[in-house]
């Protein structure tokens, strides 16, 4: 039997459906030392105009000596993520531009180091509480609720430094501390969060999802799995903290999902996808049904890791699941164990060998769209919660013409085919709560720190060094984006004559 694929224009997505978009404080803010605001994880990462695309991992590398020449380097220059596209100013214009869309969610983070600059400080940067309170404030004025990402990627570098990331277990009690001081803040203004970004993040880059900084680490296998079972730990402490706080909250995990598909149909390939599939959901296993999946006990015994817990933490897991799954999708990857036989293509955080069923964009992810509802429809019959696509989306070199329009039908073709299959997978039965089309406007790129790199539906002048006016323009993919959150996802046609 084939999967059934309806061409009907009529909208099945709910009513209550959240369509927005995200961002995220390190790539978008700037102003990464205004009012006392301290330096974080994202801050030591600089611009390398020469990168391997096929690669990418290795632009993200920090060692000790890296993070002393950032220290020491004390301006923004050459350090994109310092300076972003300076949301700590424009937010008003931005969040307007947002509310012409049409959003009625906007997902962001709070950038840690502005409310705890050193992340174990007893009290909390007041100025940096109200610019968020500003943020919020404003979201609320044109109706768009926000999803509130608490850490992502965002460390306080001091963290790193004096206890060694999320390693230690002292870090717990510093992140609990922010989040209560944040949840308690604006329980008036947010109903949605998200724990941690991209969790899985902290075992494939472990110092920008950890804190991990290789060179410190004897192994740094185990030193990243104990760091991700304390941010398992901190996520489910946070989790019943924010119950306590506002029992009308709405809580999630966020994943990166790596779904894998067999090279061939040979048993070893397939075995081999199901193994690399099992690790990746550990995440969800974990802050979802509450406890370590059986798959970890011989694999942690495989690579000799052991993971050091305290007596309660598998209570304090196992109490306090989360609401929702919220997740990326970008791409598919294929498994194999015969991985020399194949081409190796990039990605983002990670690479993979050559689907040759799939278009590959110039950063390297093979376009999947039909991956989207295979992610979807594994997820739901796992779990049974309710799910969120909290980023997909395409990076591309747009080219603003002389006319001033900036024409990327390619975005346009991206986001139909995945919203096609959102559709699919909800006729399939799947409870989806939203979707956050990565980024909803221009950004520093996370991986590459280069802005050519776009992924919005808004224009941002400034070019990967920094220069330019910062205005900002309306892509044809604005108007477009527009027309599917006032259908709500019922139109999915071209533009006709676009003159924007």
């Not at 994202?42 to 990418?56: E, I, T």
């Not at 149909?265 to 959901?281: F, G, K, R, T, Y």
């Not at 993919?477 to 959150?485: C, E, G, L, P």
Request: hydrophobic letters at 35%; glycine letters at 8%; charged letters at 25%.
């Amino acid at each position: 039997m084939k999967p059934t694929v309806s061409t009907t224009p009529t909208s099945i997505f709910p009513d209550n459906f959240l369509w927005g978009g995200a961002i995220a404080a390190n790539q978008a803010e700037g102003g990464f030392d205004a009012d006392g605001k301290g330096l974080s994880t994202a801050d030591m990462v600089p611009y390398y105009a020469k990168k391997d695309y096929a690669n990418l991992s290795a632009l993200m590398h920090v060692s000790s000596e890296t993070i002393e020449q950032a220290i020491q380097h004390k301006t923004a220059d050459g350090y994109p993520k310092r300076y972003g596209i300076d949301f700590f100013h424009r937010y008003k214009e931005d969040i307007a531009l947002f509310a012409e869309l049409g959003f009625q969610t906007f997902r962001l983070s709070i950038n840690w180091s502005r409310i705890f600059p050193n992340g174990d400080d007893t009290e909390p940067n007041e100025a940096g509480l109200q610019f968020y309170d500003n943020v919020f404030t404003e979201l609320r004025k044109h109706n768009i609720e926000p999803l509130v990402t608490l850490s992502h990627y965002e460390m306080p570098i001091h963290l790193v430094l004096q206890y060694g990331g999320w390693k230690n277990r002292r870090v717990i009690d510093f992140f609990v501390r922010y989040a209560e001081t944040v949840m308690e803040r604006y329980k008036d203004k947010v109903t949605y969060w998200l724990t941690f970004n991209e969790i899985n993040t902290t075992i494939i880059e472990p110092f920008t999802g950890g804190g991990i900084v290789g060179d410190r680490e004897d192994n740094v296998m185990q030193a990243s799995y104990q760091a991700l079972h304390h941010q398992f730990v901190a996520s489910a402490l946070v989790t019943k903290a924010a119950r306590d706080i506002n029992p009308n909250v709405q809580i999630g995990c966020m994943l990166a999902r790596m779904i894998h598909y067999p090279a061939t149909s040979s048993p070893e390939d397939v075995l081999q996808a199901q193994i690399d599939n099992q690790l990746n959901l550990l995440h969800t296993d974990v802050q979802v049904r509450g406890k370590y999946p059986a798959i970890t006990q011989r694999y942690f015994a495989d690579h000799g890791i052991t993971i050091e817990q305290q007596p309660e933490d598998a209570d304090t897991l196992q109490m306090n699941t989360v609401d929702f799954i919220s997740f990326s999708y970008y791409t598919s990857l294929i498994s194999t164990v015969n991985p020399e036989q194949y081409g190796v293509t990039g990605g983002n955080l990670y690479s993979t060998v050559k689907n040759p069923n799939l278009k590959v964009t110039e950063w390297g992810w093979q376009l999947d769209p039909i991956g989207l509802r295979v992610v979807l429809k594994e997820l739901y019959d796992r779990y049974e919660v309710p799910l969120f696509v909290v980023e997909n989306g395409l990076g591309a070199r747009d080219v603003r013409e002389e006319d001033g329009r900036i024409v990327d039908d390619y975005r346009i073709d991206y986001f139909r085919q995945h919203i096609t299959q959102l559709a699919e997978a909800i006729r399939d039965g799947v409870d989806i709560m939203g979707y956050t089309s990565w980024g909803a406007i221009d950004i520093i790129s996370a991986s590459t720190s280069e802005m050519s790199k776009r992924y919005g539906f808004i224009y941002v002048d400034q070019d990967d060094e920094g220069k330019g006016t910062l205005n900002r323009y309306k892509k044809k993919s604005f108007d477009w984006y527009q027309k599917v959150i006032a259908s709500n996802g019922a139109d999915l046609s071209d533009l006709d004559n676009w003159q924007r």
